[in-house]
């Protein structure tokens, strides 16, 4: 899948973009119509524990799903915000068989 990833007030390094691509990667086999993405990453308020925060766009035909989620490093948060769009396409797919 195309993924367009942005870090926002800082430079990402090459592991965490492979991580977040590989990740992002594997929703092909939930939904098989993925048409691209983006990646947001941005550290809020640094004086926090949770400051890591992901934001994933997902563009399918007719449809956007959009998931985010803070946590303590971008790899977690990932792992959630992948998760979360994982079963908005689980739900979108069931929709598609039903009608």
Same mark, same amino acid.
């Given at each position: 899948?195309? @993924?367009?990833?942005?870090?926002?007030?800082?430079?990402?390094?090459?592991?965490?973009?492979?991580? @977040?691509?590989?990740?992002?990667?594997?929703?092909?086999?939930?939904? =098989?119509?993925?048409?691209?993405?983006?990646?947001?990453?941005? #550290?809020?308020?640094?004086?926090? =524990?949770? =400051?890591?925060?992901?934001?994933?766009?997902?563009? #399918?035909?007719?449809?956007?799903?959009?998931?985010?989620?803070?946590?303590?490093?971008?790899?977690?948060?990932?792992?959630?915000?992948?998760?979360?769009?994982?079963?908005? @396409?689980?739900?979108?797919?069931?929709?598609?068989?039903?009608?």
């Amino acid at each position: 899948m195309k @993924l367009d990833i942005q870090s926002i007030h800082f430079d990402a390094d090459q592991k965490l973009l492979d991580y @977040l691509q590989k990740k992002c990667d594997k929703l092909d086999h939930f939904f =098989n119509h993925i048409i691209d993405g983006q990646a947001y990453l941005k #550290v809020t308020k640094p004086a926090t =524990n949770d =400051n890591k925060e992901v934001e994933i766009k997902i563009h #399918v035909p007719g449809e956007t799903f959009i998931a985010k989620t803070q946590a303590s490093t971008f790899e977690a948060a990932t792992d959630l915000t992948v998760d979360k769009i994982k079963v908005q @396409l689980k739900s979108f797919k069931e929709k598609l068989r039903t009608h």
